[in-house]
């Protein structure tokens, strides 16, 4: 094993990397479950044919195939392939179990995703998503098209206590935009979605030469570029809602789903300005590729690091899953774990208090009396304190140099009286094993806010593969 | 999507499942860190060439492949596959970020594993596995080897308190095999080793006719099962080390390396007797066939589960990675989490409480008061209870039908002065959002022992490969 190169697009980290991330990840899974959450899992693969349902995305599956496969058994449309994300298993798992679930079924699940992309692309080819859905039965109320930006809000708002920055949710509905296309007379609605999707990146002008291209006049596309324009960046949502109601009845656009889509949105928009104030901003040019939207549509910047692209997006979906009896209507919001992490590391934005759990490392006297540190770390693990055992029974000033390399705030010394060292402050006293505790704040491996500028890379991240 | 098949040898479980395999996944975590084992995560490929060193395990392999790779690349060796374990992950890491980490380094990994099995086999082709391992630079203390088991031990004591059966750990020492053959002039240790593995399998006559193959005499083979014969199943642990010497004595085995390792497998046997009284059994037939192992093996079965055959294993190498400047030996344990999940859901051996985390649902009077359902929702949430507000402002008799449904144990109703009500006991009383708290055994699902026969399926398992 000569050399080790690491694999450009499959991120790892150091062990207080790993720490942050899993700080992160309890947070998420701990404010799901708050909000009634279920958790699943679901395997790896699904059959090829599943993912490729929605074609756009077949260029990146990673198919598999084992290494001594029958050379004989030709390819077949039970192919195995890794899913690029939660959303495909999800529907082929409510499918699946239907009769076994209850709906409105509600389900949080986060595990790693994978994407084929070419190595030269800079882009993470594994990564983290924690997913929540609601996927109903027949019917999906739109209440919970107002549930999920606000589980998401609270999510982040726990996750800010210990230094994640703030987020932004720009939500739109796909009906405003819809029934205003169809309104002004533009019935390729997928179309005129895909080209407003590109307004950050090609501009007014080049969005125009799309929409002209698909056979929209000038007229109609300066009409879609004026919905679009409409945002609560500047102002309150409200007034971008009074606002786009006044531009659809300017182009005679204001139809019944126009309407539908835009009380709606205001509702959305009430109830997070009340339960969640700034987070979440209405947003008309918010079109997001995928055909499927039908409701609702979301994406999520991180607050001054907007160049990270959405760390969480989704929508309402009318058919996620329909298995010719019912249909399966569902609302989603993803979140790019591993993006997020990426930038916390990367910029230096949080760092662990320590790279390991334990709070005390007991030190060993000599070898022969290592029986009785272990009853010592024994009797605090009892108790909920995580513990180590000095590895040898080198002099104290090694062993406290142990402790201190890893981050391990105090050194038990075990005698006739023990006693426990804070490490830090040299402060030493006599300790009963069966009653001390640490302060709660040394318990366990704390995150904290470095206030970092972007740019400084730690020590606890190991990164191989861009957010980009 | 006409049909939905499980996947032979991809288990998947309902959400009560999930909720039971997580409260063993938190269980075990806690009880790594509580040790002071620090988390990592690995990517889940690996090059060929990494996966591929050990030989053996070469047709388990799951290849990768992107789906639009272009023809013309030929298969180089940084293709990549699933890893089929995380003791190769680790060893790859330990070299690669050999600078940053700390030695000894105590790490746990939980994760899943792929296994490119012929579907027909019936076993599992991805399942969960929980690493620990210490891994030193240049030197690692036999005490690890104690620790190891005793931290396995620990663990199932947790587990043990919701309803998972009792383990036993049977442990031998590489050395007093190797010593003991050698000492009886076979030198073919490997060979030997592979032999001995197979007794349960084929019996003391097939394991003699193994050896007689390898060029043993029918008293090396004698003497090699005379030894094996040797367990702490009827009696003491400090017996059988007694009667090992005895029998090493008789056949003028007992060399160096045989004592050395006697010696480890007696400070092992001693302190596991002393934390964990039953739960290790010194096992002289214990081979596990790998040949990297150089000192403590283990197994494990799951007491009343031996069918299931072991269901944590790993032992001692001196070799784990070395990169020509430095050496790493190791020594580590690794718990099949699948296997172990299959069974308590299969077998019915526990059960959750509910299948959702929400321990309240909060009624809605009618829609248009929705907001102040979710006001009480967010007040109980902020004191950490597990929330769900109904999905439809039906007649109450639906709503706690829907709580009923998934066992959620509460409801509460919104009024001028609220009321919840324990919908198993039917008791209502009044109750302040603000101040109400559930009791503990109510806050979040529990599991519990069901006390089940074998053979029942409880609703939670969707099982699809068995756990052979």
Known sequence: LARINPLSGFPEWLPGGRIVEQQVLDTLRRTFELHGYTPIAT????????LLRKGETSKEVYLLRRLQADDS????????GLHFDLTVPLARYVLENAGKLHFPFKRYQIQPVWRGERPQDGRFREFIQADIDVVGSGQLPAHFEIELPLVIADAFAALAEFGVPPIRISVNNRKVAEGFYRGIGLDDVAGVLRAIDKLDKIGAAGVTAELVALGATAEQAAACLKLAALNGHQISNAEVIAQARAVAQSYGAATELFETGLAELAA?????DQQAPGVVVVDLKIARGLDYYTGAVYETALVGHEDLGSICSGGRYDTLASDGKATYPGVGLSIGVSRLVARLLGAGLVTPSR?????????????????????????????GIPVEVSPSAAKFGKQIQYAERRGIPYVWFVGESDQVKDIRSGEQVAADSQTWVPPQEDWWPQIQSTGAQAGSVPSVAVQSGSAK
Do not use: F, G
């Open 43 to 50: 395997r790896a693969v699904e059959p090829l044919s599943q």
């Open 73 to 80: 058994a030709a390819p077949t449309d039970s192919d195995l």
């Open 268 to 272: 959305l928009a009430a109830a997070a």
């Open 355 to 383: 790279t390991v759990p334990a709070a005390v490392l007991v030190a060993v006297n000599d070898e022969p009396s290592r029986a009785a540190s272990d009853q010592v770390a024994a009797q605090l693990r009892n108790r």
